[in-house]
């Protein structure tokens, strides 16, 4: 096949990945990514672009709309991949496949855009969308329904995964061991929940606790915190830094991000894969992809999760045990992005079939 990936193009973890997956599948796979269209050399120029970058309006939204359908008549795909359309116009999906009969276009959304937590000029071209796309990726099932009340036509679940070449067990040099060794990890953003208590916990009670993220959100709310502020400046870690923070940890945490309504999150997929015991918030929806205190563990209150760490840290075989079928079960599962990819596939085939 040939597929066109669209998508911001920053992340290592979104839209790339997709790509890669694709490729390793045995297909033809272009990109198109709009991030480099909003960078200028010019402070003002650039401050122009932020705007319209931000707010989805201006010129550089249309030039990138139709730079994307001028591409995809040239490459004439069979299918396009939309990655988080906020940036994609109604119009343009509907131009696509005008320009390039049979064309399928696929749109995958990572954040919750029914969601109260966001502006809601965000998602108004996504949204408005929505009755152009073939499919609908759902990435939570609370959405699932949501989509098709909002005019999807189809819309399936596409659970996160794991990049097997990114996410994997090693063993870290003494230099590494200096930023990252640790008993206890959270890798994430902030969100104004029980994370940041948490964290005050864990240190409280002797554990070598370590965090990143991204540091705007972080250090403003910890910068006081007698027991956090020594994380300050918090620092993001991306591919093998973030690799190494993981396999780094005894234990990692896993909080869920309110925001998006999340009931699993795609590091659920990433830690077990490094072979690093996750410890989660619970949800009923992750106590079906992981078998509790058999391949990951899991705390509903704060008082559980400091049992819970206290208890794995004193038992270094159990603990690498779990941790051990967790790595074997995200592969065993199919929770790898080729995984996912494939499945993809397969609703496309589906739907070529059904328009027979």
Same mark, same amino acid.
């Given at each position: 096949?040939?597929?066109?990936?669209?998508?911001?193009?920053?992340?290592?973890?979104?839209?790339?990945?997709?790509?890669?997956?694709?490729?390793? &599948?045995?297909?033809?796979?272009?990109?198109?990514?709009?991030?480099?269209?909003?960078?200028?050399?010019?402070?003002?120029?650039?401050?122009?672009?932020?705007? =319209?970058?931000?707010?989805?309006?201006?010129?550089?939204?249309?030039?990138?709309?139709?730079?994307?359908?001028?591409?995809?008549?040239?490459?004439?795909?069979?299918?396009?991949?939309?990655?988080?359309?906020?940036?994609?116009?109604?119009?343009?999906?509907?131009?696509?496949?005008?320009?390039?009969?049979?064309?399928?276009?696929?749109?995958? /959304?990572?954040?919750?855009?029914?969601?109260?937590?966001?502006?809601?000029?965000?998602?108004?071209?996504? &949204?408005?969308?929505?009755?152009?796309?073939?499919?609908?990726?759902?990435?939570?099932?609370?959405?699932?329904?949501?989509?098709?009340?909002?005019?999807?036509?189809?819309?399936?679940?596409?659970?996160?995964?794991?990049?097997?070449?990114? /996410?994997?067990?090693?063993?870290?040099?003494?230099?590494?061991?200096?930023?990252?060794?640790?008993?206890?990890?959270?890798?994430?953003?902030?969100?104004?929940?029980?994370?940041?208590?948490?964290?005050?916990?864990?240190?409280?009670?002797?554990?070598?606790?370590?965090?990143?993220?991204?540091?705007?959100?972080?250090?403003?709310?910890?910068?006081?915190?007698?027991?956090?502020?020594?994380?300050?400046?918090?620092?993001?870690?991306?591919?093998?830094?973030?690799?190494?923070?993981?396999?780094?940890?005894?234990?990692? &945490?896993?909080?869920?991000?309110?925001?998006?309504?999340?009931?699993?999150?795609?590091?659920?997929?990433?830690?077990?894969?490094?072979?690093?015991?996750?410890?989660?918030?619970?949800?009923?929806?992750?106590?079906?992809?992981?078998?509790?205190?058999?391949?990951?563990?899991?705390?509903?209150?704060?008082?559980?999760?400091? /049992?819970?760490?206290?208890?794995? &840290?004193?038992?270094?075989?159990?603990?690498?045990?779990?941790?051990?079928?967790?790595?074997?079960?995200?592969?065993?599962?199919?929770?790898?992005?080729?995984?996912?990819?494939? =499945?993809?596939?397969?609703?496309?085939?589906?739907?070529?079939?059904?328009?027979?």
């Amino acid at each position: 096949m040939r597929i066109l990936v669209v998508g911001d193009g920053r992340s290592k973890i979104h839209e790339v990945p997709v790509a890669e997956a694709l490729r390793d &599948l045995g297909h033809q796979v272009e990109t198109f990514f709009w991030n480099p269209h909003f960078y200028a050399t010019s402070p003002l120029v650039q401050l122009w672009l932020k705007m =319209q970058n931000r707010f989805l309006w201006g010129p550089q939204i249309g030039r990138i709309n139709r730079e994307l359908v001028g591409q995809a008549a040239q490459f004439k795909p069979d299918l396009v991949f939309v990655y988080r359309g906020t940036h994609v116009l109604p119009s343009t999906i509907r131009a696509i496949k005008a320009r390039v009969p049979g064309c399928q276009v696929f749109g995958y /959304n990572n954040d919750d855009p029914f969601s109260t937590g966001y502006p809601g000029w965000l998602w108004r071209h996504f &949204l408005k969308g929505l009755p152009a796309y073939d499919l609908v990726l759902a990435y939570r099932h609370r959405n699932l329904e949501e989509y098709r009340r909002a005019g999807a036509r189809r819309v399936e679940l596409l659970r996160s995964w794991f990049v097997p070449r990114a /996410n994997y067990a090693v063993e870290l040099s003494d230099e590494d061991k200096v930023r990252y060794a640790c008993d206890v990890v959270f890798i994430g953003h902030y969100e104004p929940d029980q994370r940041v208590a948490a964290l005050e916990a864990v240190v409280r009670r002797g554990w070598k606790l370590r965090l990143f993220g991204p540091g705007y959100d972080w250090d403003p709310v910890i910068r006081h915190s007698s027991e956090l502020t020594a994380q300050t400046p918090v620092q993001l870690v991306w591919g093998e830094d973030y690799n190494r923070a993981l396999c780094g940890a005894r234990i990692a &945490l896993c909080f869920l991000s309110k925001l998006n309504r999340d009931t699993y999150t795609r590091r659920c997929f990433e830690i077990p894969a490094t072979r690093t015991l996750m410890l989660a918030e619970y949800t009923d929806d992750l106590a079906r992809l992981f078998r509790e205190g058999e391949e990951a563990e899991f705390f509903r209150t704060p008082e559980e999760m400091l /049992n819970k760490i206290e208890r794995y &840290l004193k038992d270094d075989g159990r603990r690498k045990a779990v941790a051990e079928a967790g790595f074997k079960s995200v592969h065993q599962h199919g929770h790898d992005v080729v995984s996912r990819m494939r =499945q993809v596939l397969l609703w496309s085939e589906e739907i070529r079939k059904g328009s027979r």
